[in-house]
Protein backbone atom coordinates (compact mmCIF):
# COMPACT_ATOMS: atom_id res chain seq x y z
CA UNK A 1 0.00 0.00 0.00
CA UNK A 2 2.73 2.24 0.91
CA UNK A 3 4.70 1.40 -2.49
CA UNK A 4 1.39 2.57 -4.45
CA UNK A 5 0.95 5.57 -2.18
CA UNK A 6 4.68 6.86 -3.48
CA UNK A 7 3.95 5.78 -6.88
CA UNK A 8 0.49 8.09 -6.80
CA UNK A 9 2.41 10.65 -5.07
CA UNK A 10 5.79 11.10 -6.78
CA UNK A 11 4.23 12.56 -10.04
CA UNK A 12 2.10 15.60 -7.28
CA UNK A 13 5.50 15.81 -5.61
CA UNK A 14 7.65 16.59 -8.78
CA UNK A 15 4.93 18.82 -10.31
CA UNK A 16 4.78 21.09 -7.49
CA UNK A 17 8.64 20.92 -6.83
CA UNK A 18 9.36 21.84 -10.90
CA UNK A 19 6.57 24.66 -11.08
CA UNK A 20 4.96 24.01 -14.53
CA UNK A 21 2.34 26.50 -13.77
CA UNK A 22 3.24 30.04 -15.22
CA UNK A 23 2.88 33.12 -13.74
CA UNK A 24 4.01 36.77 -13.65
CA UNK A 25 7.32 37.87 -12.20
CA UNK A 26 5.74 39.79 -9.48
CA UNK A 27 4.63 36.50 -8.04
CA UNK A 28 8.01 34.69 -8.24
CA UNK A 29 10.33 34.75 -4.85
CA UNK A 30 12.36 32.28 -2.67
CA UNK A 31 9.27 30.24 -1.79
CA UNK A 32 7.13 30.14 -5.00
CA UNK A 33 7.29 27.24 -7.68
CA UNK A 34 5.89 29.10 -10.54
CA UNK A 35 8.02 29.84 -13.58
CA UNK A 36 7.90 33.41 -14.46
CA UNK A 37 7.61 35.36 -17.56
CA UNK A 38 11.47 34.36 -18.75
CA UNK A 39 10.71 30.75 -18.49
CA UNK A 40 7.48 30.58 -20.00
CA UNK A 41 9.25 28.71 -22.88
CA UNK A 42 9.64 26.03 -20.25
CA UNK A 43 6.05 25.70 -19.93
CA UNK A 44 4.86 26.38 -23.82
CA UNK A 45 7.86 25.67 -26.29
CA UNK A 46 6.13 28.79 -28.79
CA UNK A 47 6.90 31.51 -25.70
CA UNK A 48 10.09 31.24 -26.95
CA UNK A 49 9.40 31.68 -30.87
CA UNK A 50 10.27 34.44 -32.94
CA UNK A 51 6.79 36.63 -33.46
CA UNK A 52 6.20 37.10 -29.61
CA UNK A 53 4.31 39.86 -28.09
CA UNK A 54 4.02 42.54 -26.30
CA UNK A 55 6.64 44.76 -28.00
CA UNK A 56 8.28 48.00 -27.91
CA UNK A 57 6.66 50.42 -30.73
CA UNK A 58 9.45 52.91 -31.78
CA UNK A 59 7.12 55.04 -33.90
CA UNK A 60 9.95 56.58 -35.57
CA UNK A 61 10.91 53.24 -37.21
CA UNK A 62 7.08 52.44 -37.80
CA UNK A 63 6.30 52.11 -41.27
CA UNK A 64 2.79 54.07 -42.61
CA UNK A 65 0.33 52.07 -44.43
CA UNK A 66 -2.44 53.43 -46.53
CA UNK A 67 -4.56 50.41 -46.28
CA UNK A 68 -4.93 50.85 -42.26
CA UNK A 69 -8.16 52.76 -43.34
CA UNK A 70 -10.63 53.35 -40.29
CA UNK A 71 -12.61 50.57 -38.73
CA UNK A 72 -16.29 49.35 -38.98
CA UNK A 73 -17.45 48.30 -36.12
CA UNK A 74 -20.87 46.36 -35.51
CA UNK A 75 -22.41 46.06 -32.43
CA UNK A 76 -19.94 48.13 -30.06
CA UNK A 77 -22.84 49.82 -28.91
CA UNK A 78 -25.27 47.46 -27.82
CA UNK A 79 -25.42 47.40 -23.76
CA UNK A 80 -25.20 44.16 -22.31
CA UNK A 81 -24.86 41.97 -19.30
CA UNK A 82 -21.27 40.36 -19.02
CA UNK A 83 -19.75 37.98 -16.39
CA UNK A 84 -16.96 39.43 -14.51
CA UNK A 85 -14.26 36.85 -13.85
CA UNK A 86 -10.95 36.75 -12.04
CA UNK A 87 -9.39 33.97 -13.77
CA UNK A 88 -6.08 33.71 -11.48
CA UNK A 89 -4.16 35.84 -13.88
CA UNK A 90 -6.48 38.92 -14.68
CA UNK A 91 -10.13 39.73 -14.71
CA UNK A 92 -11.86 38.93 -17.48
CA UNK A 93 -14.94 39.60 -19.32
CA UNK A 94 -16.83 37.52 -21.73
CA UNK A 95 -18.84 39.82 -24.46
CA UNK A 96 -22.73 37.65 -24.83
CA UNK A 97 -23.70 39.93 -27.41
CA UNK A 98 -22.99 40.06 -31.08
CA UNK A 99 -20.19 42.76 -32.58
CA UNK A 100 -17.44 42.75 -35.16
CA UNK A 101 -14.96 44.73 -36.33
CA UNK A 102 -13.83 45.27 -40.20
CA UNK A 103 -11.97 47.21 -42.15
CA UNK A 104 -8.60 48.61 -40.81
CA UNK A 105 -6.88 45.93 -43.63
CA UNK A 106 -8.22 42.85 -41.94
CA UNK A 107 -9.13 39.93 -44.34
CA UNK A 108 -12.28 39.09 -43.29
CA UNK A 109 -14.65 40.15 -40.16
CA UNK A 110 -13.77 39.16 -36.77
CA UNK A 111 -16.33 38.54 -33.68
CA UNK A 112 -15.60 39.89 -30.55
CA UNK A 113 -14.86 36.98 -27.58
CA UNK A 114 -13.81 38.59 -24.60
CA UNK A 115 -11.57 41.46 -23.28
CA UNK A 116 -9.12 41.71 -19.84
CA UNK A 117 -6.75 43.83 -18.60
CA UNK A 118 -3.15 44.47 -17.41
CA UNK A 119 -1.72 46.29 -14.92
CA UNK A 120 0.71 47.26 -12.79
CA UNK A 121 1.04 48.75 -9.21
CA UNK A 122 -1.57 51.56 -8.21
CA UNK A 123 -0.96 54.08 -11.10
CA UNK A 124 2.30 52.92 -11.73
CA UNK A 125 3.52 51.04 -14.70
CA UNK A 126 1.87 48.50 -15.86
CA UNK A 127 1.05 47.86 -19.88
CA UNK A 128 2.41 45.50 -21.76
CA UNK A 129 2.84 47.01 -24.91
CA UNK A 130 4.99 50.37 -24.84
CA UNK A 131 5.83 53.26 -27.11
CA UNK A 132 8.91 54.81 -27.27
CA UNK A 133 9.88 52.64 -24.04
CA UNK A 134 7.08 54.66 -22.17
CA UNK A 135 5.25 52.18 -20.59
CA UNK A 136 1.07 53.25 -19.49
CA UNK A 137 -0.43 52.12 -16.06
CA UNK A 138 -2.79 49.87 -17.40
CA UNK A 139 -3.92 48.02 -20.74
CA UNK A 140 -7.45 46.69 -22.56
CA UNK A 141 -7.27 43.92 -24.68
CA UNK A 142 -10.30 43.43 -26.63
CA UNK A 143 -9.88 39.80 -28.36
CA UNK A 144 -11.72 39.25 -31.11
CA UNK A 145 -11.65 35.85 -33.88
CA UNK A 146 -12.76 35.16 -37.33
CA UNK A 147 -16.51 34.96 -37.80
CA UNK A 148 -16.30 31.84 -39.56
CA UNK A 149 -14.70 30.01 -36.52
CA UNK A 150 -17.25 28.41 -33.51
CA UNK A 151 -14.06 28.36 -30.93
CA UNK A 152 -11.12 30.06 -30.15
CA UNK A 153 -8.99 26.86 -30.55
CA UNK A 154 -9.57 26.35 -33.77
CA UNK A 155 -8.89 30.20 -34.73
CA UNK A 156 -5.61 29.47 -33.23
CA UNK A 157 -4.60 27.33 -35.55
CA UNK A 158 -5.01 29.94 -37.86
CA UNK A 159 -2.09 32.58 -38.34
CA UNK A 160 -4.28 35.58 -38.18
CA UNK A 161 -7.22 34.04 -36.23
CA UNK A 162 -7.23 36.25 -33.79
CA UNK A 163 -7.44 39.77 -33.53
CA UNK A 164 -6.95 42.24 -30.44
CA UNK A 165 -7.42 45.43 -30.36
CA UNK A 166 -5.04 47.14 -27.23
CA UNK A 167 -6.00 50.25 -25.39
CA UNK A 168 -3.42 52.25 -23.35
CA UNK A 169 -5.16 53.85 -19.80
CA UNK A 170 -3.42 57.13 -18.30
CA UNK A 171 -3.78 58.51 -14.82
CA UNK A 172 -5.93 61.50 -15.31
CA UNK A 173 -7.08 64.14 -12.21
CA UNK A 174 -10.78 63.72 -12.88
CA UNK A 175 -13.04 60.34 -12.48
CA UNK A 176 -13.88 58.60 -15.69
CA UNK A 177 -17.48 58.13 -14.89
CA UNK A 178 -17.91 55.68 -17.67
CA UNK A 179 -15.53 53.30 -15.43
CA UNK A 180 -17.40 53.65 -12.14
CA UNK A 181 -19.75 50.56 -12.21
CA UNK A 182 -16.59 48.18 -13.42
CA UNK A 183 -14.47 49.78 -10.61
CA UNK A 184 -17.42 48.92 -8.23
CA UNK A 185 -17.83 45.44 -9.90
CA UNK A 186 -14.15 44.27 -8.36
CA UNK A 187 -15.15 43.97 -5.04
CA UNK A 188 -17.19 41.08 -5.58
CA UNK A 189 -14.18 39.10 -7.59
CA UNK A 190 -11.00 40.03 -5.37
CA UNK A 191 -10.41 35.89 -4.95
CA UNK A 192 -9.61 33.52 -8.04
CA UNK A 193 -12.90 32.24 -9.67
CA UNK A 194 -14.61 35.18 -8.18
CA UNK A 195 -17.62 36.37 -10.73
CA UNK A 196 -20.34 38.83 -10.52
CA UNK A 197 -22.25 40.05 -13.13
CA UNK A 198 -20.89 43.85 -15.03
CA UNK A 199 -24.35 45.27 -15.94
CA UNK A 200 -25.23 48.00 -18.27
CA UNK A 201 -21.48 47.65 -20.62
CA UNK A 202 -21.09 48.24 -23.62
CA UNK A 203 -17.79 48.09 -25.32
CA UNK A 204 -18.06 51.74 -26.64
CA UNK A 205 -18.65 52.54 -22.92
CA UNK A 206 -14.64 51.51 -22.13
CA UNK A 207 -13.24 53.14 -25.17
CA UNK A 208 -15.49 56.17 -26.12
CA UNK A 209 -15.39 58.86 -26.57
CA UNK A 210 -11.58 59.15 -25.14
CA UNK A 211 -9.70 57.42 -28.00
CA UNK A 212 -9.21 58.85 -31.22
CA UNK A 213 -9.92 55.22 -33.48
CA UNK A 214 -7.95 56.27 -36.50
CA UNK A 215 -4.49 56.89 -35.48
CA UNK A 216 -3.26 53.11 -34.50
CA UNK A 217 -0.15 50.65 -35.11
CA UNK A 218 -0.24 47.42 -36.46
CA UNK A 219 1.57 44.17 -36.11
CA UNK A 220 1.84 40.51 -36.13
CA UNK A 221 2.11 38.42 -32.75
CA UNK A 222 0.65 36.36 -30.68
CA UNK A 223 -0.85 35.99 -27.54
CA UNK A 224 0.64 37.48 -24.12
CA UNK A 225 0.46 34.51 -22.20
CA UNK A 226 1.17 30.93 -22.30
CA UNK A 227 0.59 28.92 -24.63
CA UNK A 228 2.01 32.70 -26.50
CA UNK A 229 0.66 31.06 -29.69
CA UNK A 230 1.87 33.40 -32.49
CA UNK A 231 -1.90 34.03 -34.51
CA UNK A 232 -2.88 37.38 -33.42
CA UNK A 233 -3.03 40.18 -35.53
CA UNK A 234 -2.15 43.32 -32.97
CA UNK A 235 -4.06 46.44 -33.37
CA UNK A 236 -2.52 49.07 -30.69
CA UNK A 237 -3.95 52.51 -30.43
CA UNK A 238 -2.29 55.45 -29.85
CA UNK A 239 -4.34 57.88 -27.55
CA UNK A 240 -4.83 56.71 -23.85
CA UNK A 241 -8.36 56.32 -21.74
CA UNK A 242 -8.37 58.38 -18.53
CA UNK A 243 -8.88 56.79 -15.41
CA UNK A 244 -7.97 58.76 -11.91
CA UNK A 245 -5.14 57.07 -9.10
CA UNK A 246 -8.48 55.27 -6.92
CA UNK A 247 -9.85 53.63 -10.28
CA UNK A 248 -6.46 52.39 -11.29
CA UNK A 249 -5.79 51.23 -7.21
CA UNK A 250 -8.87 49.03 -7.51
CA UNK A 251 -7.52 46.54 -9.63
CA UNK A 252 -4.54 46.20 -7.44
CA UNK A 253 -6.94 45.52 -4.58
CA UNK A 254 -7.29 41.87 -6.43
CA UNK A 255 -5.38 38.52 -5.81
CA UNK A 256 -3.76 35.82 -7.75
CA UNK A 257 -4.36 32.52 -7.52
CA UNK A 258 -2.29 32.05 -4.71
CA UNK A 259 -3.35 35.04 -2.51
CA UNK A 260 -0.48 37.40 -3.35
CA UNK A 261 -1.99 40.82 -4.05
CA UNK A 262 -2.37 41.24 -8.42
CA UNK A 263 -0.48 43.37 -9.49
CA UNK A 264 2.54 43.51 -11.95
CA UNK A 265 0.10 41.43 -14.18
CA UNK A 266 2.36 42.20 -17.95
CA UNK A 267 4.81 40.40 -19.94
CA UNK A 268 7.96 41.98 -20.32
CA UNK A 269 8.49 43.49 -23.94
CA UNK A 270 10.10 40.69 -26.65
CA UNK A 271 12.50 41.11 -29.61
CA UNK A 272 10.79 42.53 -32.50
CA UNK A 273 13.66 40.06 -34.57
CA UNK A 274 12.75 42.35 -37.71
CA UNK A 275 9.26 42.57 -37.65
CA UNK A 276 7.92 45.74 -39.80
CA UNK A 277 5.24 47.95 -37.01
CA UNK A 278 3.06 49.93 -39.61
CA UNK A 279 1.28 53.12 -38.50
CA UNK A 280 -2.09 53.80 -39.75
CA UNK A 281 -2.65 57.04 -41.93
CA UNK A 282 -5.03 58.57 -39.51
CA UNK A 283 -2.66 61.10 -37.98
CA UNK A 284 -1.54 62.14 -41.84
CA UNK A 285 -5.15 62.70 -42.66
CA UNK A 286 -5.60 65.01 -39.63
CA UNK A 287 -2.31 67.14 -40.78
CA UNK A 288 -3.84 67.18 -44.25
CA UNK A 289 -7.43 68.85 -43.33
CA UNK A 290 -5.49 71.14 -41.05
CA UNK A 291 -3.25 72.35 -43.46
CA UNK A 292 -6.34 72.37 -46.05
CA UNK A 293 -8.39 74.01 -43.46
CA UNK A 294 -5.21 76.48 -42.78
CA UNK A 295 -4.73 77.15 -46.74
CA UNK A 296 -8.52 77.68 -47.22
CA UNK A 297 -8.11 80.42 -44.15
CA UNK A 298 -5.26 82.22 -45.89
CA UNK A 299 -6.99 82.41 -49.31
CA UNK A 300 -9.88 83.50 -47.62
CA UNK A 301 -7.63 86.41 -45.44
CA UNK A 302 -5.94 87.27 -48.90
CA UNK A 303 -9.10 87.61 -50.78
CA UNK A 304 -10.19 89.83 -48.07
CA UNK A 305 -7.77 92.24 -48.06
CA UNK A 306 -7.79 92.65 -51.49
Known sequence: MRCLLSAYLLPLILHACTGADWCYQTQVSCDSHCKGPEKWREVNAD???????????????????????PFRFTGYQTVFDGTLKNNGHSV??????????SGGNLAEPYKAVQFHLHWGISSGPGSEHTIDGEQYPMELHI???????????DALKDPSGVAVLGFFYEVSSTTNRKYDL?????????????????????????????VNMTNYYRYDGSLTTPGCTEAVVWTVFEKPIPLDSEQLQAFSSLKFRDGKPMVGT?????????????????????V??????????????????N
Open 182 to 210: FAHALRSVQNTNGNTTLRKISLNQLILPE
Open 266 to 286: FRPVQPRNGRVVYRSSGGTLL
Open 92 to 101: QVSIPVPATI
Open 47 to 69: CGKDRQSPINIVTKQTKLDERLT
Open 288 to 305: SVFLLMASISTAFTITRL
Open 143 to 153: VHMKQKYIRIE
